[in-house]
Every structure is written in structure tokens, then in C-alpha cells.
């Protein structure tokens, strides 16, 4: 990739200047190869004797060797761990520094070349980086050194930093999870503890939350009941008699007034008024009130409020009725005396 070519090119700078040593992935004067990922790495035995024990003794065992294959390896991560024992630096992820699969190949590798400065270095970087997405690939890796100080250090955070249990991915990864936590009864341990923790964070959570109101505490108004859609029977009685009333008093004015060759009198004027005869479509107006029919203890006060305006307008309504019937009573006894004895200003039959 262009990171690990400019990576190249500046090892290959650092080392033109210093001097005529060996310098880092250099096959015109390398005598050994590392080959990882189906590439191949130039390096000096000189320089892996000096600095790894577990290459001094391999090399020592076999001095004929000149070529090894890391197959577990990331090829990224082979590279940033062999150039540093060039460099001696032992922090150079380069662009690698925030990629966790490279970051715990760069680990393994460090742990199998025994190289104590860059595992510890590693190690600080996976404690920063880790989290339950990559933390089975750690875990994975500490299993394999799990005698090591430093396999301890991130197997203790994977726990305490509740990451366990990891993310997996595919049925290959959970049937090895399942493995490990059978063949490690520290795991069972962390995932009895993480299960516990989870169980306590969800009770606080819950004694924390705020109570969703109660049914009963929620109030609807009159109108709203309207809008879904319970009819008020009783404001439609009342309309229904009332188109009643105005029928019979049209039918009765009517026939009066055929028989009447005067003026109306006066008081059937205002009889005409309050029952809005003389304006089509007029009438006697009453608040509607809705009636629901919901027996709900939480509606109660809703109920007792419609209760009291039906009460309300029934009392309007009687007493309109009774008006009626009085102006009504009146205007027959006026009409029968000018039909049977006149009176002031009026004609008789």
C-alpha cells in the first residue's frame, strides 16, 4: 500500500544515514528472509541474534536457515516489529497505530521473538485501543502466552473494562469462544461477575427512570371524546324534539293565520322570536355536550362535568318548553276573545 511504501522510503532515509550498517529490508546485502502473507521481508541475522532470544536460539540451532514463514502474521505488522529492531525504537506503528488488528498482530509477534521493550509497547497501544469489537482477537492472543505479565495486564482490562463477552463473528468464532470459556474457568468467572454487573446497571437504570403516567391520571375533555368519534345522543334528542316543537307551532301559526284576516298579535311576535320561526334555521341554541360511556374510574371527573352541563341544559330546555307553552296559552286566549267578543283594535270573526 502507498503507507507501507512511504514507510520504505523513510526507513530507507534513516538508514542511508547511518552509515554503512545494515540497513532494514535491503536485498542486495540481507542474508535472511521473513516471509508473511505471501511477501517476502529482507533482513540480517546479525541483527535478529542481537535482539531476539528466541531468533538467537533458533538461529544457533539451525545457522544454515535463511528463510522462515510466519503464516499467522500480519505482513503490516511484521514489518513495523522487524524494522524497529533496526531503528531501535520500539513505538513505530506508523499509520498501523490505530488499527487494532495490526496493533495485536505487532503484540503476538513481540511475544514470540521475545522482545520484552516492544511487547510492553504494544501492550500500552492495546489497552488504549481495545474494545468488544477486537477484544476476542485479544483475548485469542493473550491465550497463547498466558504465563506472561503482560498477557495478565489485558487479560485483567478485557475484565474490568466489561468487554467480555466480545463481539463474535461467524460460528467459527463462537464455537472457539464456547472452547475458551470451557477450557479457562476464569472466563466463566468474568461472565458470572458481567452478568451481575449488567443485571444491576438495568435495576438502577429502572429505579432511576421516571414512571410513565397511570391511565387514570390522564384526562380527556368533552371535545376530544367528540373527535373519536362517540356521538352525543343526548344533544341529538334535544334537537330532535326541538324540530318537533317547531313543527307543531309552524303547523299551529299557520292555521291561525288563515283563519285571521288582521295582524298577528303582538305577543305571538315574540313567541315567534325566542322559537325562531320567523329566521329559518334559527333556533333555541344549547351547549352540545358529549356523554361518554366509558365506565373508566379515570374519566370520573369528566363524567360529572358533562353530567352537569346536560343537567344544565335540560334546565334550559324545560324552561324554554314551559316559556312556550305560557306564551302560547296566552296568544290562544287573545285569539279567542277577538274571535268571540273583539277586542281594541282588533276585528272579530
Known amino acids: ?3 507501507t511504501l512511504l514507510e520504505g522510503a523513510i526507513a530507507a532515509i534513516m538508514d542511508r544515514g547511518r552509515g554503512d550498517g545494515p540497513r532494514f529490508d535491503d536485498p542486495r546485502t540481507s542474508d535472511f ?5 505471501g511477501r517476502e521481508i529482507a533482513v540480517h541475522k546479525s541483527v535478529l541474534v542481537q535482539r531476539s532470544p528466541f531468533l538467537r536460539r533458533f538461529l544457533e540451532a539451525d545457522p544454515a536457515c535463511t528463510r522462515i514463514n510466519a503464516s499467522n502474521a500480519r505482513y503490516a505488522a511484521m514489518v513495523v516489529v522487524l524494522r524497529s529492531l533496526y531503528s531501535a525504537a520500539a513505538d513505530e506503528f506508523g499509520a ?6 495490526v496493533v495485536t498482530s505487532t503484540w503476538e ?13 504494544a501492550t500500552t497501544r492495546l489497552l488504549e485501543l481495545v474494545d468488544r469489537e477486537c477484544a476476542f482477537r485479544v ?3 493473550t491465550l497463547k502466552h498466558k504465563a506472561s505479565a503482560h498477557a495478565k495486564t489485558l487479560q485483567q482490562h478485557l475484565v474490568a473494562a466489561r468487554l467480555l ?4 463473528h461467524g460460528a467459527a468464532e463462537q464455537a472457539e469462544w464456547e472452547r475458551a470459556v470451557t477450557e479457562h474457568p476464569w472466563l466463566q468467572d468474568a461472565l458470572s461477575s458481567s452478568q451481575a454487573d449488567q443485571q444491576r446497571r438495568e435495576a438502577e437504570v429502572n429505579a432511576s ?5 397511570v391511565a387514570a391520571a390522564t384526562k380527556t375533555s368533552p371535545a376530544q371524546r367528540h373527535d373519536a368519534a362517540h356521538t352525543p345522543v343526548t344533544a341529538a334528542g334535544r334537537e330532535e324534539r326541538l324540530e318537533e316543537l317547531r313543527h307543531s307551532y309552524t303547523r299551529y301559526f299557520a292555521n291561525r293565520q288563515q283563519q285571521q284576516h288582521s295582524n298577528t298579535p303582538s305577543g305571538a311576535g315574540s313567541v315567534l322570536g325566542r322559537l325562531g320561526l320567523g329566521t329559518p334555521g334559527k333556533g333555541v341554541e344549547y351547549d352540545a355536550v358529549d356523554i361518554d360511556d366509558d365506565d373508566d374510574d379515570a374519566n370520573a371527573g369528566d363524567r360529572a362535568h358533562a353530567t352537569a352541563e346536560l343537567s344544565a341544559s335540560a334546565t334550559k330546555l324545560r324552561d324554554g318548553v314551559n316559556q312556550a307553552a305560557d306564551d302560547l296559552a296566552g296568544i290562544t286566549a287573545a285569539l279567542n276573545t277577538m274571535r268571540f267578543g273583539g277586542a281594541a283594535g282588533y ?3
Open 209 to 213: 427512570t421516571p414512571k410513565a403516567p
Open 33 to 37: 528472509t521473513v516471509a508473511c502473507e
Open 165 to 168: 463477552p466480545p463481539v463474535l
Open 109 to 121: 509477534i513481540a511475544m514470540h521473538f521475545q522482545l520484552a521493550d516492544f511487547a510492553a509497547v
Open 96 to 101: 498501523h497505530r490505530f488499527d487494532p488488528a
Open 347 to 349: 276585528p272579530a270573526d
Open 1 to 3: 500500500s502507498f503507507c
Open 139 to 141: 483475548l485469542k492472543a
